[in-house]
């Protein structure tokens, strides 16, 4: 994550927010997302689980940085155990 966050172009990697969260702490979590942990959500929306492809992920993120520039909200969430 942080490798795709350190290439996207100059300004892109501020605007991403990144929220972790452990299944751990959270009932919850864990009934939804046990069996598919690591899991990213970008904008609420599942992107990836068990593995990140990097190249597919550095896309997702400058989509959702040209939507969230065109005023729709949203912020890159990872959920992690």
Excluded at 9 to 19: L, T, W, Y
Excluded at 55 to 74: F, I
């Amino acid at each position: 994550m942080e490798r795709v966050l350190d290439d996207l172009p100059e300004g892109v990697a501020d605007r991403v927010e990144i929220v972790k969260r452990s299944i751990l702490d959270d009932p919850a979590l864990h009934a939804q997302w046990w069996e598919k942990i690591p899991v990213l959500l970008i904008d609420g929306r599942l992107h990836a689980h068990w593995r990140v492809a990097p190249e597919r992920l550095r896309e997702a993120l400058l989509d959702a940085d040209d939507k969230r520039s065109e005023g729709a909200p949203g912020a890159a969430e990872h959920v992690a155990l």
